[in-house]
């Protein structure tokens, strides 16, 4: 005789350190309900001297509410060569580190929901910048990083072939698309 009640526990399906059974449902869910994909994240800033200053990042919304309980401080300054003393990373040395955390994480649960195991994978990034830019010089052809070059290497229990799919797949992480299609930024100046 059967307990209808009886409930049985799988052991998740975990690939990379990623429930694959959460991505497929959270696909589903998606489609269902669109509105769920829709995220704000949010930083606040305080400049303190010269090139330092911090950001406090907390609370952000997604899938239809709001999380807070959360809080990371990161701290942003320039090197002396730069009029500062070095005291963090810059903000565009932020932009290397979000865009290889990004383009990793984005690398990673796709070759989970491929049933891909990575047994390892690093990544190197360098920009260049033109200072010329944003000190208003002539000859510069923008002020922001004018290339980055990114280097994958990538060993999994794939093909030469899926590897370089999965290196595809990495430009759709947020951040690659945040920095490689213009974004409109909206400023206020409070009083």
Not at 21 to 33: P, R, W, Y
Not at 98 to 126: N, P, Q, S
Request: charged share 25%.
């Amino acid at each position: 005789m059967s307990n209808q009640n009886t409930v049985v526990k799988t052991e998740a399906n975990i690939l990379n350190g990623v429930d694959v059974d959460g991505i497929f449902s959270t696909i589903e869910a998606i489609q269902t309900n669109p509105e769920i994909a829709q995220f704000k994240f949010r930083n606040s800033n305080k400049w303190i001297t010269a090139g330092y200053n911090r950001s406090r990042i907390s609370n952000f919304y997604g899938a239809l509410q709001e999380f807070s309980n959360r809080e990371f401080i990161l701290e942003n300054d320039e090197p002396p060569v730069l009029l500062s003393e070095d005291r963090a990373p810059n903000p565009v040395e932020y932009i290397l580190h979000g865009l290889a955390g990004c383009m990793t994480t984005t690398l990673v649960y796709h070759a989970a929901a491929k049933g891909i195991k990575i047994e390892e994978m690093e990544t190197r990034f360098e920009g260049d910048i033109d200072l010329r830019g944003m000190l208003g010089i002539p000859g510069a052809k923008r002020s922001g990083y004018q290339q980055i070059r990114v280097t994958m290497k990538v060993k999994a229990n794939a093909s030469k072939k899926e590897i370089e799919e999965l290196v595809k797949l990495a430009r759709r992480s947020p951040v690659y698309n945040t920095i490689s299609e213009p974004v409109d930024i909206k400023i206020t100046l409070e009083d």
